[in-house]
């Protein structure tokens, strides 16, 4: 009746996601194995193993000296990664830290928990863990670090 033919149906506008921000720290002992926590059966990724998190705005320094006792000597920031999730996006900064010699030993104890341990490639692959985590792990050139220590 109105000649609108062309206008209607109209596209409904696209809902902004909400951001969200975090700082995953790939913990890495001078064996090659990294260090990842099992996550909260509630909630996003729940009961999957990750990588330990922290505040956008944290010092991944003092998370190591406050959790650990330990002050890593590097700390190198890989490039950031988005996840879309169906109702917000994270944006994901990736701290690097690669463990001396020192202090491998004295982390070693501290992961023998149920909730977080050092796994190394091979093990990645029999642990549930989220998609992004896992593109972290397996495509970052960085993140698959190979064992430090005597090549012959």
């Avoid at 996601?17 to 990294?34: D, I, S, Y």
């Avoid at 959790?67 to 109702?87: I, K």
């Avoid at 463990?99 to 977080?116: F, T």
């Amino acid at each position: 009746r109105l000649n609108r033919q062309c206008e209607l149906p109209a596209s409904r506008p696209r809902r902004v996601l909400p951001e969200r921000a975090t700082l995953m720290l790939l913990l890495v002992n001078p064996a090659g194995e990294m260090l990842l926590e099992r996550r909260p059966e509630s909630g996003i990724w729940g009961g999957l193993w990750s990588l330990p998190e922290i505040g956008p705005a944290d010092d991944p320094r003092d998370w190591c000296l406050l959790r650990f006792g330990v002050l890593p000597e590097q700390v190198e920031m890989l490039p950031a990664r988005r996840h879309n999730f169906s109702h917000f996006r994270l944006d994901i900064r990736i701290a690097l830290i690669r463990l001396d010699a020192v202090a491998g030993p004295v982390l070693a104890g501290v992961a023998d928990h149920p909730w977080r341990r050092w796994l190394n490639r091979a093990e990645l692959a029999v642990v549930g863990i989220p998609a992004p985590v896992k593109a972290i792990l397996e495509n970052d050139p960085a993140a698959c670090p190979q064992p430090q220590g005597n090549k012959s």
